[in-house]
């Protein structure tokens, strides 16, 4: 009765807990996975419009090209501006020049059917279907051409009654002479509908899309089918033209729209497609599936629910056991006679204890072994002794030419290297930090010549006063950074040792450009805890100032503390106030 009791709550569990949050779940997923697969295929029809509107476009600049061509061709500018007086002159020359000039910019491109050019000049002599009065030109081009710059042409759509067809296009513009101080004649550029053609073609690869070409408000080209009423079309374009992404659909209708503006033509390209087609194959797959594991399911539970009773005591009996485990209480649970998935487990638990146990006993030898790796890698780390000697050998070598600066410079570069790859301990005397400090100063010296100079200042004996090693060279490096790098005149920093009451004070000062004043309020209540450090970090600075302060803190305690003094334009000075102890011994 017991047992029944726990399987019907089982039983009432799986269905609210498993069974149905499946079911709820699962239609979720499938709604999500719909709209990503719509997005993903809108989103690939829109990449497919818009390359092949750049290769329209290409197409486009291609006949706008040929405008260069021939203003490029002296001899076409000199025939236009009337340099040839007899008819001999002019027949000539537009034989030997002009026409082949026609002919080879014709044959660039299949897409044009037609070059003209329509004089200014009435003297110069006018050739049927190639060089025309401009007087015999439509107005509109003209109109439209006074509205641009000289370097720029119009795009003219021939209009027609018929929206069944291609409409072909014009290209407009006037051609100067070399000054471009006066038009010479207007180029009219006919191309047949090949440019269009190529274009729909491209985006519609199976021709089963219906496309509408609509030209300031006006549809110049609708092909054949109507897939939606007038009323959801106007309905879907506008949807299409709020749109960002340049794309909508109706999900009722599984329609889609992609779109493509051409501003060159004051055209808007429509391309709709139905996406049953997507989706139908998806949907019967879905919805197979979908019963198979609902099948599946029921099948399952049955299962479930009929071993449920004679396993749950077993799996309830280890888990009481696991609880009552520790690292101090490793104790085996007893295994069953039976070889079935509860004694798999139990072997297994029983199994994982012992490892648990061998790993505890294992773990000192563990950290031993690490320690000796962590020996035999320093050990062969190469020695700093290798480079003193190298650099020592630089400097000898240098003295035997006689070539001063580079003696002092390997000298300097040697002690200040030597502080630094010393592997003693964290502190050292404050003198030897002052030394470190003025040999740093001395290399960038030697790279800023003039620009740098500097002076230190010990006004108090500091024999055996000790301090971190490194708490100088940050301040010293923040002057030159951000202190006399940012300043064209000549650098000074003054490095001051003074003694005030029972305080070392250490002042560093620069004559640079200076802090900006929220800065310094930020490095100061970082420096006092009041703001996080890490708004002290950005591109040019990050925690030099915050980890001097806090180890000399810590190395002092008492009042010590790192102080910032700066005017814009004036320079900055730090002041380091270190706590002087009654006798501070140095370390063996």
């Not at 061509?69 to 000539?92: D, M």
């Not at 309830?316 to 006679?337: P, Q």
């Not at 301040?475 to 202190?483: A, D, F, R």
Request: proline share 2%; with cysteine.
């Amino acid at each position: 009765m017991k047992n029944m009791r726990i399987v019907q709550k089982m039983a009432l569990g799986y269905l609210l807990l498993v069974l149905l949050p499946i079911i709820v779940f699962g239609g979720y997923l499938y709604n999500q996975f719909y709209m990503d697969v719509m997005s993903e295929y809108s989103e690939g029809k829109q990449k497919l419009v818009v390359q092949a509107g750049e290769g329209f476009r290409s197409s486009l600049n291609q006949v706008e090209s040929l405008h260069a061509l021939l203003l490029n061709n002296q001899q076409l500018i000199e025939y236009l501006s009337g340099y040839y007086r007899t008819e001999l002159q002019h027949v000539y020359n537009y034989l030997k020049d002009i026409r082949p000039l026609f002919i080879y910019a014709q044959s660039r491109d299949n897409g044009i059917s037609s070059i003209k050019l329509y004089k200014t000049l009435p003297k110069v002599h006018s050739v049927k279907g190639e060089l025309e009065d401009l007087n015999q030109m439509d107005g509109k081009p003209l109109a439209l051409l006074s509205e641009v710059n000289v370097d720029e042409g119009v795009w003219l759509r021939h209009r027609g009654a018929e929206t069944s067809a291609l409409p072909s296009l014009s290209y407009y513009q006037y051609v100067y002479n070399n000054s471009y101080t006066k038009p010479l004649a207007v180029l009219e550029i006919n191309t047949n509908d090949s440019l269009l053609h190529n274009f729909l073609k491209a985006v519609d690869v199976n021709r089963n899309m219906q496309m509408l070409i609509v030209q300031d408000g006006e549809t110049v080209y609708r092909n054949e089918g109507n897939l939606l009423d007038d009323e959801q079309t106007e309905a879907l374009l506008a949807m299409a033209d709020e749109s960002e992404q340049g794309y909508a659909y109706l999900r009722k209708q599984r329609m889609l729209v992609n779109s493509l503006s051409v501003p060159e033509l004051s055209t808007t390209f429509y391309f709709f497609s139905q996406m049953d087609e997507v989706f139908v194959d998806i949907r019967t797959k879905v919805i197979v599936l979908g019963l198979t594991l609902l099948v599946s399911l029921v099948v399952l539970t049955g299962i479930y629910y009929a071993t449920a009773s004679s396993l749950v005591r077993r799996i309830l009996g280890l888990a009481k056991h696991m609880r009552h485990v520790d690292e101090s209480k490793l104790t085996y649970y007893k295994v069953g006679k039976s070889n079935d998935e509860i004694d798999f487990l139990t072997r297994s638990y029983n199994s994982l204890v012992s490892r648990i146990d061998e790993l505890l006993n294992t773990v000192h030898k563990a950290e031993l072994m690490k320690k000796e790796a962590d020996y035999l890698v320093l050990q062969a780390q190469i020695k700093p002794h290798f480079l003193y000697n190298t650099l020592e050998s630089i400097r000898m070598l240098a003295e035997i030419n006689n070539d001063q600066e580079v003696v002092d410079a390997t000298y300097t570069f040697g002690r200040l290297l030597r502080y630094t790859l010393n592997a003693g301990e964290n502190e050292t005397e404050l003198r030897h930090e002052i030394d470190n400090v003025r040999h740093y100063l001395e290399m960038h010296k030697l790279r800023m010549l003039d620009r740098l100079s500097f002076s230190i200042q010990v006004m108090t004996n500091i024999d055996d006063f000790r301090c971190p090693r490194f708490i100088l060279q940050p301040l010293v490096e923040n002057c030159i950074q951000h202190g006399i790098g940012r300043s064209r005149k000549p650098g000074v920093i003054d490095i001051v040792i003074k003694r005030e009451n029972r305080e070392l004070l250490i002042v560093i000062a620069d004559n640079g450009p200076g802090i900006p004043q929220d800065r310094l309020v930020l490095i100061r209540d970082v420096l006092g805890n009041e703001r996080d450090r890490q708004d002290l970090q950005s591109e040019n600075s990050g925690y030099g100032l915050y980890n001097v302060n806090e180890r000399i803190r810590a190395f002092y305690g008492g009042q010590t503390r790192l102080l910032i003094d700066s005017r814009e334009g004036e320079g900055a000075a730090f002041t380091l106030k270190l706590a002087m102890p009654e006798r501070r011994h140095s370390k063996d």
